[in-house]
């Protein structure tokens, strides 16, 4: 499985972006997908995720009525939409797979910048 995450930037407090991690590969065998990020001399954290199947999502209370991650199964694509971003959300943002019967796969990363 391989992931490419895009739709990162710099914005203003207040603002919106949304990202996106496209899947390719095998991902047939993908459980869920989602999204972690990581704020320099942080620890990588989780923000959000969501069933392949189903749909269930799951989020950071940090995160709450903020930001929403959606799927789209036939373009094997997952979104955030991040609204009313706070100068805290600036992260690398990284999208994971979780694969049935295998490990986790990893994007590369999408750096947010929200200035205040």
């Known amino acids: 499985v391989q992931l490419v995450e895009s739709g990162g930037g710099l914005v203003q407090a207040g603002s919106s972006l949304r990202l996106s991690c496209a899947a390719s590969g095998s991902t047939f065998s993908i459980n869920a997908m989602g999204w972690y990020r990581q704020a320099p001399l942080n620890q990588r954290e989780f923000v959000a995720s969501?069933?392949?199947?189903?749909?269930?999502?799951k989020y950071a209370d940090s995160v709450k009525g903020r930001f929403t991650i959606s799927r789209d199964n036939a373009k094997n694509t997952m979104y955030l939409q991040m609204n009313t971003l706070k100068p805290e959300d600036t992260a690398v943002y990284y999208c994971?797979?979780?694969?049935?019967?295998?490990?986790?796969?990893w994007g590369q990363g999408t750096q947010v910048t929200v200035s205040s």
């Open positions: 969501i069933t392949k199947s189903s749909g269930r999502t």
């Open positions: 994971f797979a979780d694969v049935v019967g295998d490990r986790d796969y």
